[in-house]
């Protein structure tokens, strides 16, 4: 079957996949190291050259090569993130939506909290009770609150599918309640699911690079956010640093705009009632 979806969709997902493509190859393809080995403060900021087409930043590291290394990072986090926040939120959502009464209104309620709770206060708090937090400790940190959004969605959406009659049919021919949730609840939930799905990749990004620009991030140079931070440190005192700053500021604008633009995408063509709505 033909996937249709809009132009916008279709740039979206190109976006994306250039970025997956970055994030996979990107440190093969890397022309210098990130590492302690990439000190070179005769060549700090750079403007670009031959050498170092994207210029250095204030350790003369290339920038390219850590574009390319925080392409890396992004990827891991973003994915693994989205991956555990959709099944945490889909399981629960499903859940409350199916069994409602006091199943529903207990998790609904801590949603509710959470959901009223900012949620990069809560990202910081997590972070920031470690000394030195690494990419299991963001993952722990965004996943804390990122599953609810996907718990509201599967909620929505099975409290509208239970009263269908395949699933109304399942239940009179005695099918279990896991059953009816595994292959007729779920299946049926996922279009929603991957356009929330998509809308959250931008999200973590975005998060991430916030955690990272504050220094609560991974402690590497090389993260998009760190990379930011640098570049404030230092804006006033070279004028390739202004330069520098775009970097990192449009890989995430790229990924971001390209994000959303499948999102977009997705909510219309898996309900075009949405279509033209923003």
């Known amino acids: 079957m033909k996937l249709k979806l809009s132009t916008s969709a279709w740039v979206g997902l190109v976006t994306i996949g250039v970025f997956v493509l970055a994030g996979v190859f990107g440190p093969w393809l890397a022309p210098y190291d990130v590492g302690a080995t990439s000190l070179d403060l005769e060549h700090r900021f750079e403007a670009p050259a031959a050498a170092h087409w994207l210029g250095t930043d204030s350790k003369g590291a290339d920038t390219l090569s850590q574009l390319l290394w ?3 990072s992004a990827l891991q986090l ?6 555990i926040s959709t099944t945490i939120g889909l399981a629960l959502g ?19 909290v959470l959901m009223a709770f900012p949620g990069i206060l809560l990202n910081i708090a997590i972070v920031a009770t470690v000394a030195r937090p690494g990419i299991g400790v963001m993952i722990v940190a965004l996943c804390a609150n990122g599953w609810v959004g996907y718990a509201r969605v599967a ?6 599918l239970r009263e269908r009659d395949y699933v109304t049919a399942a239940v009179a021919l005695g099918a279990s309640n896991r059953r009816v949730m595994w292959k007729h609840l779920i299946p049926n939930l ?3 699911a991957l356009v929330q799905m998509s ?8 998060i991430e690079a916030a955690l990272s620009f504050l220094g609560l991030g991974p402690q590497v140079d090389y993260t998009w956010g760190a990379m930011l931070d ?18 990192p500021g449009l890989a995430i604008m790229w990924v971001v705009l390209g994000a959303n633009l499948l999102g977009d995408g997705l909510r219309d063509r898996f309900d075009p009632r949405q279509r033209g709505r923003s």
Do not use: H
């Not at 499903?94 to 509710?112: P, Q």
């Not at 809308?199 to 975005?206: C, D, E, K, W």
């Open 70 to 72: 925080g392409a890396r």
């Open 155 to 160: 909620r929505g959406q099975v409290l509208a």
């Open 94 to 112: 499903t859940i409350a939506g199916w069994y409602r009464g006091v199943v529903d209104e207990v998790l609904m309620r801590f949603v509710d």
């Open 230 to 247: 640098q570049a404030r440190t230092f804006l006033w005192k070279a004028d390739w640093v202004r330069v520098y700053a775009l970097v």
């Open 190 to 192: 996922m279009g929603p």
């Open 78 to 83: 973003s994915f693994v993130v989205v991956a």
């Open 199 to 206: 809308f959250g990749l931008g999200s973590v990004i975005m």
